[in-house]
């Protein structure tokens, strides 16, 4: 049954771009996760929560710290994955922003910060439907290529590895010790 239901949770993920005017382009993903929002919140919010994204992060759950996800942790400050992020909004299991930077793949774009909006919606004790949105990608055929890559990246591997750790049972287990 947990198959079946990851297979139709992920077939459900809607990948639509956010249209607000014509110079005003964005990602919105949609799925829903089989777990609480309880849950849900503490696997975006915490270091150990984030395992499922990689293998380390520095989190400061306030506005102004720290929201940084190392992926390759063995590497200098700077060049560990997403270095430098920062929390924009914590509205408890409701909803989360972060700021957000390209990888070392797009020099140009590195340092131009774009912006993530995690909004949760319980929908029941054991469901949870996540709505993402990333704003901020700048003009131009660079930038299209940047949007194109988080637009991959995000709805095709993070936000499917958050459904996937959840289907598994294995993080409803760790959160009971």
């Known amino acids: 049954m947990r198959r079946k239901a990851f297979v139709a949770l992920f077939m459900f993920l809607i990948v639509t771009p ?11 993903l949609e799925t829903t996760v089989m ?17 499922f994204f990689a293998p380390a992060s520095h989190v ?11 992926f ?5 400050a700077g060049h560990r994955g997403a270095d430098g992020n920062r929390v924009m909004l914590v509205q408890d299991k ?18 131009q910060h774009t912006h993530v909006m995690i909004r949760l919606y319980p929908m029941s004790d054991h469901e949870t439907r996540l709505v993402f949105t990333q704003d901020g990608f700048g003009e ?20 499917p590895r958050l459904v996937a750790h959840f289907d598994d049972g294995s993080a409803q287990h760790a959160a009971k010790h």
């Open 72 to 76: 390759d942790p063995t590497k200098p």
């Open 18 to 28: 956010l249209l607000a005017g014509e110079s005003e382009r964005g990602i919105r």
């Open 140 to 159: 131009g055929k660079d930038w299209d290529k940047v949007r194109e890559y988080f637009q991959k990246a995000w709805g095709e591997y993070v936000l």
């Open 60 to 70: 400061e759950l306030r506005p102004g710290g720290a929201y940084e996800i190392f």
């Open 35 to 51: 777990a609480s929002v309880d849950l849900v919140w503490h696997a975006w919010t915490t270091e150990e929560g984030l395992k």
């Open 94 to 111: 409701v909803a989360f922003a972060f700021t957000w930077n390209a990888p070392e793949t797009f020099p140009f774009a590195r340092d």
